[in-house]
T-cell receptor, first 112, second 115 residues
Framework: SQQGEEDPQALSIQEGENATMNCSYKTSINNLQWYRQNSGRGLVHLIL?????REKHSGRLRVTLDTSKKSSSLLITASRAADTASYFC????????????FGAGTTVTVRA | DGGITQSPKYLFRKEGQNVTLSCEQNLNHDAMYWYRQDPGQGLRLIYY???????QKGDIAEGYSVSREKKESFPLTVTSAQKNPTAFYLC??????????????FGSGTRLTVV
């Protein structure tokens, strides 16, 4: 079942601007992950944040997690044309089966 | 380089035909997964395996079958019982928590079309 819901569904920004997308989920999680997918390609793992963490950084990426609101956000700073892609959040539940449930994604277009 | 290889990249299936999608990884990951992606949608889990000779159904297993005879390989068969198989199929693998990384590594996908 798809647990994550991304918002917005699509986002268009100018190169150099920041892009923010949100993810909400329904049940308790062990961790939440963000992935990028370029058109017609596989997904690439970007960042993982555990349920006891509130914020994490990786290069131009900043992820926050609010377990009380069951939500996460992904911020891409100083966007580039190469950041044009779909971004998915995925949640790992508290069971030991290591399955990830993916949302429908946010499509980001960065205009030059 | 370590990674996951999916083949073929494009596959065409006739009505009533079974087809098998290949997935091979050289990352020494214990867990492997098959997801289906339809246009504009997220990924839905078909089957997953945490160990050789064992696998579990995901959310949409009907019409699909898998095997896990080797750690490196997790082929997916789309049977004639799957009435709407046209989709993009993604294979992934991951280490088991406690052994290091937990994020999934994905293959580049197989696009299956019914003709």
């Amino acid at each position: 079942s798809q647990q994550g819901e991304e918002d917005p569904q699509a986002l268009s920004i100018q190169e150099g601007e920041n892009a923010t997308m949100n993810c909400s989920y329904k049940t308790s999680i062990n961790n939440l992950q963000w992935y990028r997918q370029n058109s017609g390609r596989g997904l690439v793992h970007l960042i993982l944040i555990r349920s006891n963490e509130r914020e994490k950084h990786s290069g131009r990426l900043r992820v926050t997690l609010d377990t009380s609101k069951k939500s996460s956000s992904l911020l891409i700073t100083a966007s580039r044309a190469a950041d044009t892609a779909s971004y998915f959040c995925a949640t790992a539940g508290r069971s030991n089966d290591y399955k990830l449930s993916f949302g429908a994604g946010t499509t980001v277009t960065v205009r030059a | 380089d370590g990674g996951i290889t999916q083949s073929p990249k494009y596959l065409f299936r006739k009505e009533g035909q079974n087809v098998t999608l290949s997935c091979e990884q050289n990352l020494n990951h214990d867990a492997m997964y098959w997801y289906r992606q339809d246009p504009g949608q997220g990924l839905r889990l078909i089957y997953y395996s945490q160990i050789v000779n064992d696998f579990q159904k995901g959310d949409i297993a009907e019409g699909y079958s898998v095997s896990r005879e080797k750690k490196e390989s997790f082929p997916l068969t789309v049977t004639s019982a799957q009435k709407n198989p046209t989709a993009f199929y993604l294979c992934a693998s991951s280490a088991i928590p406690g052994q290091g990384g937990y994020g999934y590594t994905f293959g580049s996908g197989t696009r299956l079309t019914v003709v």
